[in-house]
């Protein structure tokens, strides 16, 4: 039997990248996986892959940014589905890379939108479900950058410390109800190792 086997989880931002990885690895470990993601054909692409590994993707669009929107996401897959064993809380958005004081008031609005209060919206509507059926596991993406200030980020730094914090908090405090909480911080080659 596969780990996942009979494991409901939702994947934020899975219609590509590093979220569209976990989406596939937890399929091909036995999980059904709710693909939320708010472009509409990479949402779809990645459920029809899911199906294809011969599990059943559900899309579902949405803006984590939104906070009905992340309602609806949790709230569908508790209709569809009866319950949710794993979020994970991967969208972000990125702004221009400039230094801070050119960031403006919405970027830096859009940046909190989608990597805090998306990341908080869903962790406070999972969290009653999680514990009445004896909890779940939420996993949330940190970022080395909200400690070391790095590149031109200033907006997605602020947001990830954020993340850093309600990361620690909930798994303080949830635990005692079987929901275990933790932050993952990868690290990828970009740009700004190019010489």
């Known amino acids: 039997m596969s780990r996942l086997e009979g494991k409901i989880a939702i994947v934020t ?9 976990i989406a596939r690895r937890f ?9 939320a993601e708010l472009n509409e054909d990479a949402g779809a692409k990645t459920a029809t892959e899911l199906d294809e590994l011969g599990r059943p993707g559900l899309f579902l669009r949405t ?12 709230g569908t897959t508790l209709e569809r589905f009866g319950r949710i064993d794993g979020l994970v809380n991967n969208a972000i ?3 221009p890379e400039v230094p801070l004081h050119l960031k403006t008031d919405e970027m830096l609005e859009a940046t909190l939108n989608v990597g805090l209060w998306g990341v908080w919206w ?43 914090a309600l990361t620690r908090t909930a798994g303080m405090q949830w635990a005692a109800d079987g ?5 993952v911080s990868p690290i990828a080659a970009s740009a700004h190792f190019k010489k």
């Open 13 to 21: 931002g899975a219609g590509d990248g590093i979220g569209k990885g």
């Open 27 to 35: 399929a091909r470990d036995g999980a059904t996986v709710v693909v």
């Open 63 to 74: 803006d984590v940014g939104k906070k009905d929107d992340v309602l609806n996401m949790v």
């Open 93 to 95: 958005t990125v702004t």
């Open 122 to 164: 869903a962790m406070q509507a999972v969290r009653e479900p999680m514990k009445a059926q004896g909890g779940g596991r939420i996993i949330n993406f940190y970022s080395v950058d909200a400690d070391n200030g790095n590149w031109l980020h200033g907006d997605y730094n602020a947001a990830k410390a954020g993340v850093g």
């Open 179 to 183: 929901i275990l909480v933790n932050a």
